[in-house]
């Protein structure tokens, strides 16, 4: 890629990165510090991975910004509401596109150093990461809003909607869908090789959003394990089991 090319990546990556986070902002969908750190990664996305990888990003931000607002004050009387009026925080970027940010970054690594096989493997990392992501979140909001019976994959004990690692049938099959329909847009973006590529990264949602429900019923129970701990280690599971699963079926 030329220098000049290069350089109006950036200048597009800065300039819809900021347009976005103040946008996202104002309208009262993430935090000032959501709004910092979705830039930094928004940023570094677009530059690493183009438009094709940033809408990956961006339909992750959408669906999961949606589910969130699903009975939204339901939960709130509950108590099991996302906190700050479902706005997300820079730790809350953090825990769920590091991931994937790393990956995109070492996918263009990849391509600099004419590794195309290598660039494509990773980016369904990315895809993975993500998917895993939205799966997480669609499964835990939509399960929490209308599960009816929620247990724990532990013990297979019924408890509270709410409760760290709790599953429902609604969530799993909301999570499932969500994962799918991102595995889609990442499809026809480019971002995923073929049909193979998005069964990759729909199984490995499945697989990473299973046990990201067993470690939290267990060591989430531990008081340096928080939420977006498990979150980040979700997600890496999700991307390792997309590359993984890809690189078997291809």
Request: charged share 10%; glycine share 12%; proline share 2%.
């Amino acid at each position: 890629m030329v220098e000049s090319d290069l350089l109006l990546r950036l200048v597009l990556a800065l300039s819809i990165n900021a347009v976005a986070a103040l946008g996202t902002y104002f309208a009262k969908l993430i935090s000032r510090t959501g709004a910092i750190g979705g830039f930094v990664v928004g940023v570094i996305i677009y530059f690493c991975t183009d438009w094709r990888g940033y809408v990956v990003l961006v339909a992750f931000f959408i669906m999961g910004t949606l589910v969130t607002k699903v009975k939204y004050r339901d939960k709130v009387e509950l108590g099991i509401a996302q906190e700050d009026e479902g706005r997300r925080g820079a730790k809350h970027a953090v825990a769920n596109c590091s991931a994937s940010l790393l990956l995109g970054l070492g996918s263009y690594i990849a391509m600099v150093n004419n590794a195309p096989e290598t660039a494509v493997l990773l980016m369904v990392g990315f895809t993975g990461a993500f998917a895993t992501a939205v799966s997480d979140t669609a499964s835990s909001e939509i399960g929490q809003a209308y599960g009816k019976t929620t247990i724990l994959l532990t013990s297979f004990k019924r408890v509270p909607p709410g409760t760290e690692g709790a599953v429902s049938l609604e969530g799993t099959f909301a999570g499932i869908a969500g994962s799918a329909v991102l595995a889609a847009i990442a499809l026809a973006a480019g971002v995923v090789p073929g049909w193979m590529g998005l069964l990759a990264v729909v199984l490995a949602a499945f697989i990473g959003n299973t046990l990201e429900s067993v470690i939290g019923s267990t060591i989430e129970k531990l008081p340096f394990v928080t939420n977006e701990v498990t979150n980040f280690i979700n997600t890496v599971i999700g991307a390792l089991a997309a590359m993984g699963i890809y690189a078997l079926l291809t």
